[in-house]
């Protein structure tokens, strides 16, 4: 027996073994020695919010080898039964789905790596503005290019960016999210690669004037006062003038900067443009930086549900923004949008990886947890216009169904 560690529930796996007890606390036994984990045993942990378990013991079943790194576990599998009716035969529309959605599981190590590589560089150049030190231009404009090429040609990684945490400067996390919906939303205008890239660029640099922001006031849970607010305010422009004068940048592409948080009916700032007068790359930028930064952790608050940001942006906010961008981001991004945890009527819990812009309440999910909240031990895919007696009951949190987005996609 060897001296008790913990162990972190989001690394327990069904069918972990380990050769001595496994303790929830001192008086509380989750499993005993030589039993075998279960996916309910796991879901009650996750329920009653015990982050961490322990024992004494080693870990048995050759399964539960591998774990160090759960975004390389295999998703656990399945013990419940599933009726196979409820698959549906893929059509062409559903194998594209398919396909893009192997792509993203194949695809999601290296994709993180070039999220944790584009947040080193696009944090250091900034914070180089500050220091009056070299702004490697080259060095930005090359993640940028990189990033629009990977999400043009695989847009479900968009799901990384919330799987997953790549640095932990949420300013830069920010920036890198909402320039890679800047990238969808310029493609549904029709941009070229050219004009994308451009797009994310600027995008991705918007929030350059944040960094002077100090961190008490960024991390204030109670409402700013008037000389913090005036603080923040102050982002755009100086963003803005950095980006100009020490970063040489365009000011066709600074100006998304100076004009992200100008508003569609004039009540944003800094000087109140209104409709037109504020540039078409700025209005994108202006709707993907209030989506993402909604569906994102804060230090002082929790992250909403994608289905949620999506209500407040169409009826608190909706006159903020350019309603032609905003009818083709809702087109895009849906009402369930891609990478929602959403539970069915029939209990089952799955994952939206596509949606249709005419049936934004039938997406296509992929299953993730049967009625019993056991994992399956495949993927299913289920289109949700071929199988109208069921619906959508309610958007969650990953979390509350137990799930590890980034290890069981
Ligand atoms: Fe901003």
Not at 65 to 73: L, Q, T
Request: hydrophobic share 40%; with cysteine.
């Amino acid at each position: 027996m060897s001296a008790p560690k913990k162990i972190k529930t989001a690394e327990l796996r069904p069918g972990m073994v380990f050769d001595q007890p496994v303790f929830i606390d001192s008086e509380n036994v989750l499993v005993q020695a030589n039993q075998e984990i279960s996916g309910r045993d796991i879901e009650r942990l996750v329920k009653w919010g015990i982050t961490e378990v322990e024992t004494s013991g080693s870990l048995m079943a050759k399964k539960a080898r591998d774990e160090d790194d759960p975004s390389d576990a295999p998703p656990p599998a399945a013990t419940g039964f599933m009726d196979p009716g409820l698959i549906s035969r893929p059509d062409d529309a559903l194998k594209k789905i398919i396909q893009r959605y192997d792509q993203l599981r194949r695809n999601k190590r290296n994709f993180k790596r070039l999220l944790s590589e584009s947040a080193d560089v696009l944090h250091t150049n900034i914070r180089n503005l500050y220091e009056n030190r070299q702004f490697e231009n080259r060095a930005v404009i090359d993640i940028a290019n990189r990033l629009t090429n990977e999400i043009c040609e695989k847009p479900l990684m968009l799901i990384m960016f919330q799987a997953t945490r790549f640095t932990p400067e949420w300013i830069v996390h920010h920036a890198l999210h909402a320039g890679a919906y800047a990238c969808l939303l310029g493609q549904e205008m029709r941009y070229s690669r050219p004009r994308l890239q451009e797009l994310m660029f600027a995008t991705i640099l918007m929030d350059t004037g944040m960094l002077s922001v100090p961190g008490h006031i960024l991390e204030k849970t109670e409402q700013l006062n008037e000389k913090e607010w005036a603080n923040v305010k102050a982002h755009p422009l100086l963003g803005y003038k950095l980006l100009t004068s020490q970063g040489k940048v365009k000011s066709s592409l600074a100006n998304v900067s100076l004009q992200h948080q100008e508003t569609f009916h004039g009540k944003g700032y800094p000087q109140g443009l209104k409709g037109g007068q504020i540039e078409e790359i700025s209005r994108i930028a202006h709707i993907v930086d209030s989506y993402t930064a909604m569906i994102e952790r804060r230090p002082y608050r929790k992250a909403n549900l994608p289905y949620e940001a999506m209500k407040t942006i169409l009826s608190v906010d909706m006159h903020s923004y350019d309603p032609k961008l905003l009818r083709l981001f809702l087109g895009l991004v849906s009402i369930y949008p891609i990478g929602s945890i959403i539970k069915l009527s029939n209990d089952m819990t799955g994952m939206v990886v596509a949606s249709k812009a005419d049936k934004p309440l039938r997406p296509v999910i992929r299953l993730m947890r049967d009625a019993e909240g056991l994992p399956f031990n495949d993927l299913y895919f289920l289109d949700l216009t071929q199988k109208t007696e069921l619906y959508i009951v309610s958007a969650i949190s990953p979390a509350s169904a137990g799930i590890q987005l980034e290890a069981e996609i």
